[in-house]
């Protein structure tokens, strides 16, 4: 591991110096703005600024702008974003990709870096040069790196842009959850809790089947239980209502003590498809099992008896679908969403509620087709 590690060290060292001999060329009497951007391959927001933004940007400039990536999700760029942290004093709530930095300007997010990079790179050009931000550690590499460096980098899919990344390195399971110990333990432990109730929901689907359920109905159910699903749907649509304004206004989430909701909603997995925010997917999910329970409650007729086998099927759905999502935080993303887990943990509690009346009405609804 430690050899991996060394080797990681040296192979960055070497990107940064072939960068800065033979990639970013720049003549002493022109003016240069360089830049500093710490970005993740599983960022949607990193690559609408990398495809969006940067690149027309670095082929309106040329070689008078320079941008150096750093990938956080590999060992050599999340050190050197660690540094910039601390060095710049970028408060919990600021910290994610795509992070730029440009002179002692530190800018988050897909909307600050499109709407004041430009004007930085114009004021930097005007006023003679910016040079590499003050990064801890990012002078040293360059400085006592060898220049016989034959490393080369690895570009973003525009040969024009002088935009050098990190080589990727395979990501470890146990380091993507080290990235948060106390957070992605909590995920851990609310991924456990899901799994189990399923797993009783499974073994009471088996005792209604075998006619060990007792009726099909309470008369007088008491009034938690009675009134529980939609004082959780009220509580989940809070959770991904909020994801979904992060998602669809581009702002950053407020994550709180636990967790980094930035990296969350900021990796691939935010996205259904690459086109669907995945909060959204829970509004509509949280909605329908109201208008479900709503029906059941209220209404009459056939869909009326169908009701409570619905509420019980997109209940399980939404406890699978976050059992999924819940996985990728501690060990595919490596940061955890307090705001995601909120929304599990609801719909996980209306399953729970809803299972048996679910399974009830699955029963009766089979015994009434075999015997029609």
């Known amino acids: 591991m430690a050899g991996k590690a060394r080797w990681t060290d040296a192979l960055v060292v070497a990107i940064l110096i072939t960068l800065a001999i033979t990639v970013l060329p720049a003549h002493a009497d022109e003016p240069v703005v360089r830049a500093v951007l710490f970005h993740s391959p599983n960022c949607p927001h990193c690559h609408y600024v990398v495809n969006e933004v940067l690149v027309p940007l670095t082929e309106q400039h040329g070689e008078a702008l320079q941008i150096l990536?750093?990938?956080?999700?590999?060992p050599g760029g999340h050190r050197l974003y660690q540094a910039a942290v601390e060095a710049f004093g970028i408060p919990p709530e600021r910290r994610g990709v795509p992070t730029l930095i440009v002179g002692e300007t530190v800018l988050v997010g897909s909307l600050e870096i499109p709407e004041q990079f430009p004007s930085l790179i114009e004021q930097g050009l005007a006023g003679g040069s910016v040079d590499w931000p003050?990064?801890?550690?990012?002078?040293?590499?360059?400085?006592?790196a060898e220049p016989r460096a034959t490393a080369t980098p690895t570009a973003v899919p525009t040969p024009a842009l002088p935009l050098t990344l990190?080589?990727?390195?395979?990501?470890?399971?146990?380091a993507n959850v080290a990235r948060d110990p106390l957070g992605n333990s909590l995920s851990i432990a609310v991924l456990c809790g899901m799994v189990l109730s399923v797993g009783w929901v499974a073994i009471r689907g088996v005792r209604?089947?075998?006619?060990?359920?007792?009726?099909?109905?309470?008369?007088?159910?008491?009034?938690?239980?009675?009134?529980?699903v939609p004082v959780l749907c009220a509580l989940g649509l809070v959770a991904a209502g909020y994801l979904t304004y992060v998602e669809t206004r581009q702002v950053e989430p407020i994550c709180g003590p636990v967790g980094d909701c930035i990296a969350v909603q900021q990796s691939e997995y935010a996205l259904l498809f690459g086109v669907l925010?995945?909060?959204?997917?829970?509004?509509?999910?949280?909605?329908?099992?109201?208008?479900?329970?709503?029906?059941?409650?209220?209404?009459?007729?056939?869909?009326?008896?169908?009701?409570?086998?619905?509420?019980f099927g997109m209940a399980l759905f939404g406890t699978l679908f976050s059992i999924y999502l819940t996985f990728l935080e501690p060990f595919v993303v490596g940061a955890t969403c307090a705001w995601c887990l909120t929304s599990a943990v609801t719909m996980t509690l209306v399953l729970l509620l809803v299972a048996e009346e679910g399974w009830k009405a699955l029963r009766a609804q089979v015994s009434m087709s075999r015997s029609g």
């Open 69 to 74: 990536a750093a990938d956080t999700s590999q």
């Open 134 to 144: 003050a990064i801890p550690g990012l002078a040293e590499m360059l400085a006592g």
């Open 166 to 174: 990190f080589t990727n390195v395979p990501s470890d399971t146990g």
């Open 208 to 228: 209604v089947w075998r006619g060990q359920g007792g009726p099909s109905s309470e008369a007088n159910p008491p009034a938690w239980k009675a009134w529980g």
């Open 277 to 311: 925010p995945v909060a959204v997917l829970g509004v509509m999910g949280y909605v329908a099992i109201l208008a479900a329970w709503a029906w059941g409650r209220f209404g009459r007729g056939r869909l009326a008896e169908w009701a409570p086998l619905a509420l």
